[in-house]
C-alpha cells in the first residue's frame, strides 16, 4: 500500500509552480526585460510567497536559458544577441524538421483535422480582436502536436525547451502580419502532413523556422543590417 503524499509538500509544488509560471510570464511579457537583475527578496514579495519556491524557480527557469546566473554575480534576466537567436532557430531547424517527417506518417488523422480546421477558422477571420492572441495560442498547439506526433518523447522535450526560449521572441515581433504569415506557413506544413508526405512535411517546417528567424533577426536587429 502507497503513503498518501503529504500536504506540505504538495503545497510546497504547487508555491514553486505558481512563482515559475509568474516569473516566466513576465520574462516573456516583456515585464522583466532582458538584462534586469533579479532578486528573490523582492520576487518574493512581489509574489507573497518565501524566497524558498523563488529560488527553485529561478534554478528551473536558468535551466531552461532564460535567467543567467553567473557565479560571483546576481542572476539576471537572458541577453539574447543575434548570434543567440540565430543559434537557437538553428536548434528548432534540426529538430522540428526531423519531428515534422516523423510525424507524416505517425499523426493521428483527428488531431490534424483539429489543427486543420482551427487554422482554417483563424485564416478566414483575420480582424477578430482575439486575433493576435488566439493565432499565438495556436501556434504553441501546433508545434507541440507535431512534435508529440514524433513518437520521441526525448526529441518532444527539446523542442519544448527551444520553444520556451523563442516564445518571448514571437511576443517581442508578433505583429498581425507576420502572424498571419506564420499561419499560411502552418497551413502549408498541416497539407504536407495529411498527404503523408515526409519530405515535403519536412520540407515545409524548415522553410517556415527559416521565415521566422529571418522575420525576428530583421524585427530586433535592424541596426545591424
Given at each position: 500500500m502507497e503513503l498518501p503524499v503529504p500536504k506540505t509538500a504538495l503545497s510546497r509544488t504547487f508555491l514553486v509552480e505558481g512563482a515559475y509560471e509568474a516569473i516566466l510570464e513576465n520574462i516573456l511579457s516583456g515585464a522583466y526585460p532582458s538584462g534586469t537583475v533579479v532578486s528573490e527578496v523582492s520576487l518574493a514579495k512581489d509574489l507573497k510567497v518565501s524566497r524558498t519556491p523563488i529560488h527553485q524557480a529561478l534554478a528551473r527557469l536558468a535551466k531552461e536559458g532564460l535567467i543567467e546566473h553567473r557565479s560571483g554575480l546576481q542572476p539576471r534576466i537572458a541577453r539574447f544577441n543575434r548570434e543567440d537567436v540565430i543559434e537557437i532557430y538553428d536548434m528548432r531547424l534540426l529538430l522540428e524538421t526531423a519531428a515534422t517527417q516523423r510525424a507524416a506518417r505517425r499523426m493521428d488523422s483527428r488531431v490534424l483535422a483539429d489543427l486543420t480546421?482551427?487554422?482554417d477558422t483563424l485564416a478566414a477571420?483575420?480582424?477578430?480582436?482575439?486575433?493576435?492572441?488566439?493565432?499565438l495560442d495556436f501556434d504553441v498547439r501546433f508545434h507541440d502536436a507535431i512534435a508529440a506526433a514524433s513518437g520521441n518523447r526525448r526529441l518532444r522535450q527539446e523542442i519544448a525547451k527551444y520553444r520556451l526560449l523563442v516564445r518571448a521572441f514571437c511576443r517581442m515581433t508578433g505583429s498581425s502580419e507576420t502572424l498571419r504569415d506564420a499561419l499560411r506557413e502552418h497551413q502549408t506544413v498541416l497539407k504536407a502532413l495529411a498527404e503523408k508526405h515526409p519530405t515535403s512535411a519536412g520540407q515545409a517546417m524548415a522553410l517556415h523556422v527559416q521565415k521566422r528567424v529571418d522575420a525576428v533577426l530583421g524585427s530586433l536587429y535592424k541596426e545591424a543590417k
Open positions: 480546421r482551427e487554422a477571420a483575420p480582424d477578430s480582436p482575439e486575433w493576435t492572441r488566439q493565432a
